[in-house]
Each structure stands twice: as structure tokens, then as C-alpha cells.
Nanobody, 129 residues
């Protein structure tokens, strides 16, 4: 599976951005897709994930600090996962990466970047104060 992420940019604190991650290749009906971010000098960290098995539904999980501000969703017809980011803060500044695994990951594995076997290129999000 190939992943193409886009949608990053520069925004003022309190603003919004929507990231997109388009999947191509051997996409199936059972999936976990996640967003991770990496700030300068820091490790790559989990932000949000969505998982599904079959054509409908979608179970989501979020980093505590983004709950209520970020929303992950998917569009089956477009094979695309989105990360809507509202009320952005300077501490959200990072390179954001999307990742995928053709498996319905259980909760205990969802936040571990080593569980994902496909990665998109990063997209820079910069939030100014």
C-alpha cells in the first residue's frame, strides 16, 4: 500500500487544518490507519487512529491532548483518511505522518508505530502563537 499525505501548512493558534492521506495499491476491507507526529528533536508519537473491518463503521482512538480538537475520519470511495485539526496550538507543530496496517489492530497495539507497515511522507504543520 502506498500512502500520500498532504494538507499541512502554517496557521495561527486557534486555527484549523485538514490533513489527508490517500491510499493506493492493494487496499482491503480490514484496516487500521493512524496519524503520528514528530516535533524537532523528539520521537515520533501517536496522534489518532481509525480502524475498521468490512465496508462500514470505524473505531477511533486519540492522544489525550488532541481529544475534542482533532477528528479522524475516512472516505471509503476515495480510499482516504482525514485528520481535521481545530483549535491548533503551537505545541501541535510537527511533521505529521500517516501510517497503515492491513489488520484491525487491538487497542493495546494501536499507538505503537512499529505495528504499522506502510508510511506516507510527512507533511509539515506549523502553528504560530
Amino acid at each position: 500500500v502506498q500512502l500520500q499525505a498532504c494538507g499541512g501548512g502554517l496557521v495561527q493558534a486557534g486555527g484549523s487544518l485538514r490533513l489527508s492521506c490517500a491510499a493506493s495499491g492493494h487496499t482491503g476491507s480490514t484496516y487500521t490507519m493512524g496519524w503520528f507526529r514528530q516535533a524537532p528533536g523528539k520521537e515520533r508519537r501517536f496522534v489518532a487512529a481509525i480502524r475498521w473491518s468490512g465496508g462500514s463503521g470505524g473505531s477511533t482512538s486519540y492522544l489525550d491532548s488532541v481529544k475534542g480538537r482533532f477528528t479522524i475520519s475516512r472516505d471509503n470511495a476515495k480510499n482516504t483518511v482525514y485528520l481535521q485539526m481545530n483549535l491548533l496550538q503551537p505545541e501541535d507543530t510537527a511533521v505529521y505522518f500517516c501510517a497503515a496496517r492491513q489488520e484491525y489492530l487491538i487497542t493495546s497495539r494501536l499507538r505503537n508505530l512499529d505495528e504499522y507497515d506502510s508510511w506516507g511522507q510527512g507533511t509539515q504543520v506549523t502553528v504560530s502563537s
